[in-house]
């Protein structure tokens, strides 16, 4: 099996305060708005604690039949500045890959830059699922966009 290691970083400003970006990672209400999947899941289960060393599932029934589970634990958090987690991303009982998510919060004139940068471990997939994840993640990213301005949210594409 060969492991394909990448980084990827992506980079909005935001027309939103830092706490206001910063809040929309911290409860599972304000999450919901803007992480979620693309179509209509079955939610298996969710689970929100955002601590350092708490943790965080979505888990999900596809249309498909396929299951998904993004399990997260938080490993740095400071208030309106930064969020650093580790998550592993299974597919139908299989892991995909383990991530480092780090997430900064940087004032930019009235509004934040946010910049999101990942380093995985794809375990399977190769180039295609770091370029489908770094799609994906941009997605979820424009979407917290969005929600923050007060815009409609895209269909993925």
């Known amino acids: 099996m060969t492991i394909t290691n990448a980084t990827f970083i992506i980079e909005r400003v935001l027309n939103a305060s830092p706490e206001r970006v910063f809040a929309a990672y911290s409860s599972l209400e304000a999450k919901s708005a803007w992480f979620k999947a693309p179509l209509d899941v079955e939610t298996l289960n969710r689970d929100f604690d955002f601590r350092v060393g708490g943790q965080e599932r979505f888990h999900a029934r596809w249309p498909s039949g396929m299951v998904t ?13 930064r969020i650093i987690l ?16 780090t997430l900064e919060f940087m004032a ?45 949210t895209e269909a993925f594409a």
């Open 86 to 101: 580790v998550y592993d991303m299974i597919h139908n009982g299989d892991k995909l890959s383990v991530s480092l998510m």
């Open 69 to 81: 589970d993004f399990q997260a634990a938080y490993r740095d958090i400071v208030k309106n500045e």
């Open 108 to 152: 930019e004139g009235d509004g934040t830059r946010l910049i999101h940068t990942e380093q995985g471990a794809y375990l399977t997939g190769g180039a295609e699922a770091v370029t489908s994840r770094e799609h994906g993640t941009a997605w979820h990213i424009d979407n917290l966009c969005a929600v923050l301005e007060g815009r409609q």
